[in-house]
């Protein structure tokens, strides 16, 4: 495996970055307009082609554009034929090919696997304009319209379906991407790095399927092929016995058990006498790194998986253990005849490289071939700005690890402050008001672990999880100074926060807090405790409700040294796997308590490789080391015990109140139906039973909605995030009158923009 690498702003010698163009060209005249005669590489997306940062095409497109390559774009073809790949020509390079800003299948279906009425990422908020598993629809048809074509794949539906994997909408387990897709290379993660290298290299001259060195990157391979002086480790099976002793035999005489226990004696300690060395710490833990560098994995394979869910929660436990840079295996999982070979994650950007891709020159507006279409997403990040990526929370529900890594990404104070002033100078319709300085999540600009080595030798799945670890850095300094100087910008009369708090981070600095809920809180704040009951907490690997009321509580007194009138937005999560019955009601006691009222529920929907779908799929907590005895979960199928855990979460409206009476009296509390104040939920009156003989009208096939990667509008996390509890508002009683502009959308995404895997990146709560 090549660990060396160079920074994404060296260019190869004798290579000059090019003038940028208006806009990536989408179409031939605009080719000819710029002189071009054929693309170097051209890249198909599922999305509408936006040229903002926030978008992964663009950001990917910009940057090789800036490597001297000619990029076009293909936004959203008609895959029912190849007609429409081959509108830009043969590129010279290769096609780029990715579904888009969120998985397909969570972009086209809803929780209740209905289709979508929308799509926040289509003009006009169109839907329909991609099909199922998009990602390898096109890699197909690109090898149609051209074949012999060089074929890259990438973006969160490559990330998360790069091994074999459990998808909820066809319930079943799939084959890697690269098995459908025919893709020559499948780049997954945060991908400007292995981008660079790749195409420098098929510009050079390689085959791309032939490069099988670059970290970030999966391919095909015959089975049991490796690199010269790798070694395997077979993981492919769980439980696996240890050494065997002979059974001593009960009728030897007595001599012969002396003799034998002699010769037992004498062959241990043949066995056991070594010469000893004298090495070094450092030249061990370096021999050790350099085995470790060439040691692949071997994961239970695609046919195992397929009807042992105890061996695919192993394989799953395996994969999310070597996430971490700096420690990370490569691993290999049979399919068939052949394997897929997964290098080790790619290597985080430095400040540097972050800020060279971000400060790329962007047109900062949707294509001109779209016209006065209203873009959905556009219109809620236009005015935001991603200062960091990746998140080291680890929640079992978001799959933003396997896509961003737990490594934090920032870029510089003068590159975020340099985007204000281009959205203050270029972007029509600013009006004073940044919605977001934020990532996948608000406040972990520059937070990381006090020491590279402790960083880079790591094997925990979150950071904060059971508690903060000593090790981490949760200083906000940084970020309470870049929110001070982005103020202070000309033109900037607001600044506020739309990306999902880390209250557990946060409340480390109040500090932090105050500056928060003075400046950059307009009316309400997102929040997510997501549960208040320790079991599903567990599963999730989120915080205890105390940590929340900790947090609550610095918030009403901060908003009230203020003088402001300011309101949290907790979201909550139905039917996650570890949740009884018991805990969604006393979740819903607590939300009576505290007097929210969820205007939106979305029960969770598991999403491809996240360790709550894995939770859903096999039973199995692979949190914990797998064995056959493991942990089992206890998980939500039931349609009708599914609609009961929403329901809780919606204690107060009355459509709910007939399910939840059955609900409590199957439990036996039916001492909290009644109407006193200390009930749930009322007694049935006379005016709902006439209420609920009436007809009920047909309503949108989408079902839930919400800020989330399954909600009526998509958040930023590109369906990285499974889809808990995206959709939910809950709203303090009373409050509802008079709410502030900036709360009424209640379905803005709550993160950070997209990343860079040839799509738009995850986001977590």
Known sequence: MNTSHSPIYDLPAGVTP?????????????????????????????DAYIDHPSFGMALLGRLLEAQGFRVGIISQPDWTSADEFKQLGKPRLYFGVTSGNMDSMINRYTADKKPRSDDAYTAGGMAGKRPDRALNVYCQRCREAYPGVQIMAGGIEASLRRIAQYDYWSDKIRQSALIYSKADLLLFGNAERALVEVTQRVAAGEKMSEIRDVRGTAFLAPHGWRPAGWVELDSSIVDIPGKVEAHPNPYAME??????????????????TQVIQMVSREARLAARREVRGRTVIRIPSFETVTYDPVSYAHASRTLHLESNPGNARALVQQHGERDVWMNPPPIPLETAEMDYAFDQYFARNPHPSYGQQVIPAWDMIRFSINIMRGCFGGCTFCSITEHEGRIIQSRSEGSVLREIEEIRDKTAGFTGHISDLGGPTANMYRLACKDPKIEKSCRRLSCVYPGICENLNTDHSSLIQLYRKARKIPGVKKITIGSGLRYDLAVTSPEYVKELVTHHVSGYLK??????????????????????EKFKAMFEKFSAEAG?????????????????????????????????????????????????????????????KIHRSSEKVDVIRDEKRRKAHKAFLRYHDPKNWPLLRDTLREMGRADLIGNS??????????????????????????????????????????GARSTASNGQRAIPHGAAAGKPKAAATANRPQSGKPGATLAKKPRAR
């Open 564 to 624: 402001k009138r300011q309101y949290l937005i907790p979201y909550f999560i139905a039917a996650h796997p570890g949740t009884s019955d018991e805990d969604m009601l006393n979740l819903a006691l607590w939300l009576k308590k505290n007097d929210f009222r969820p205007d939106q529920v979305q029960a969770f929907t598991p999403t491809p490789m996240a360790m709550a779908t894995t939770m859903w799929h096999t039973k199995r907590n692979p949190l914990k």
């Open 255 to 272: 001599d012969e058990k002396q003799q034998s226990a002699a010769g037992n004696t004498a062959e241990s300690s043949a066995a056991n």
């Open 677 to 718: 104040p200390k009930h749930l939920i009322p007694m049935e009156s006379p005016e709902e039973r006439a209420l609920q003989a009436r007809p009920v009208p047909k309503g949108n096939a989408r079902g839930g909605g919400g800020p989330g990667s399954v909600g009526k509008i998509p958040n930023r996390s590109n």
């Open 527 to 548: 929040i997510a405790p997501e549960h208040t009951e320790e079991g599903p907490l567990s599963k999730m690997m989120k915080p205890g409700i105390g940590t929340f």
């Open 18 to 46: 090019r003038q940028p163009a208006p806009f990536l060209p989408m179409s031939r005249k605009e080719m000819d307009a710029l002189g071009w005669d054929e693309c170097d590489i051209i890249l198909v997306t599922g």
